[in-house]
């Protein structure tokens, strides 16, 4: 090992003090240093280019609700489809749809008690509508969820979109439990591929969409 020529009284370097050691080590041994001090280097290079290109943030400051997530750069904001507030979708270099996210505006009539009686009864309406815009839609499942403590309600399900099988679900939150009229249906879907778990209540669990549906809040 050799290093770069300095001045006498700010020697030695590092690497001529290492160099007898060095010189005296096995090949072998010489070998997995080198090779183990390449593998950190990558490893630091490769972090900070995930850190750097990981996720983009949204933030909607709209009336009545305003909210805000990050998600991956793999998706990519396009013209919302009618009345929603947002679109992100994920396409192949073909151009044909992989996933997409979508916040659509939800609004209650007046009711009284908590949002839990409310939100089925919402989902009853939304569902009739996919039926009747959805080719082969088929209902998966029902349930109460919960996104970073803010209730809600989910419904997942399958059918046909641009031609090919797709999984979709729907997430229906309100910012507060009781008198709340107003939130957001966030609705996702994808194409099932070989590395996702074929049903529809994978959707936003094991996928990209995970991170915009986990990372969701209310507010700004």
């Known amino acids: 090992m050799s290093g770069p020529r300095v001045k006498p009284q700010y020697g030695p370097t590092l690497p001529a003090l290492?160099?007898?050691?060095?010189?005296?080590?096995?090949?072998?041994?010489?070998?997995?240093?080198v090779a183990a001090v390449?593998?950190?280097?990558?490893a630091v290079v490769a972090a900070v280019v995930v850190v750097g290109a990981r996720t983009s943030s949204f933030v909607y400051r709209g009336s009545p609700v305003s909210f805000n997530f990050t998600y991956p750069r793999g998706l990519r904001q396009v013209k919302p489809t009618s009345?929603?507030?947002?679109?992100?979708?994920?396409?192949?270099?073909?151009?044909?749809?992989?996933?997409?996210?979508?916040?659509?505006?939800?609004a209650l009539?007046?009711?009284?008690?908590?949002?839990?009686?409310?939100l089925p009864v919402f989902a009853a309406n939304y569902?009739?509508?996919?039926?009747?815009?959805?080719?082969?839609f088929r209902l998966q499942?029902?349930?109460?969820?919960?996104?970073?403590?803010t209730a809600g309600y989910s419904v997942t399900y399958s059918g046909q979109v641009e031609g090919q099988l797709m999984y979709g679900r729907l997430v229906m939150?309100?910012?507060?439990?009781?008198?709340?009229?107003?939130?957001?249906?966030l609705n996702m879907g994808i194409v099932p591929n070989a590395t996702i778990d074929?049903?529809?209540?994978?959707?936003?669990?094991?996928?990209?969409?995970?991170?915009?549906?986990?990372?969701?809040?209310?507010?700004?």
């Open 141 to 149: 499942s029902e349930t109460k969820t919960r996104i970073n403590l």
């Open 109 to 118: 009539t007046p009711y009284s008690g908590e949002i839990s009686g409310q």
């Open 198 to 220: 074929p049903s529809p209540d994978q959707v936003g669990s094991i996928d990209v969409l995970e991170k915009p549906l986990r990372s969701f809040r209310f507010g700004t």
């Open 38 to 42: 390449a593998a950190v280097v990558v």
């Open 127 to 136: 569902i009739a509508e996919l039926v009747r815009r959805i080719p082969g």
């Open 173 to 185: 939150l309100v910012p507060t439990l009781t008198g709340a009229r107003n939130g957001v249906v």
């Open 18 to 33: 290492l160099a007898p050691r060095w010189r005296s080590a096995p090949v072998g041994l010489r070998g997995l240093a």
């Open 83 to 106: 009345g929603a507030d947002l679109r992100l979708e994920g396409r192949t270099p073909s151009g044909r749809l992989r996933e997409w996210f979508e916040v659509d505006p939800l």
